[in-house]
């Protein structure tokens, strides 16, 4: 079979009306969350240059809890979520849409002023 023959799973699912259960939606967009969740603390972490580590003993939590988020492996109660803001200097904010997820840790700014 040569390569202009290969359909994306897209073209596949338009052309056949191919409807996705309903469980493999929500799974979907379960995975989309806790993977925007995880890069935003990814991220908020590495800007304040701190180690796993270091976040964990900020928050009261684990070093192994830290990880399990940044990979996305867990989504964290909202109680935690809080800790976790706390702990990055910072307000979370988490946008939910049906097509797309936001999910930014946005800084505190002290003026030494």
Sequence with gaps: ???ARWKTLQERKLSEDYTEPESVSEARREI?????LAEAVYMRRTE???TQAELAERSGLTQAKISRIEGSDTVPTLPLLA???DALEATLN??????ATRVDFIGHHTDAA
């Design 1 to 3: 079979m040569n390569h």
């Design 32 to 36: 989309r969350l806790s993977m925007a």
């Design 48 to 50: 304040l240059g701190l």
């Design 83 to 85: 800790k976790l803001a």
């Design 94 to 99: 988490i946008a939910l849409d049906a097509e």
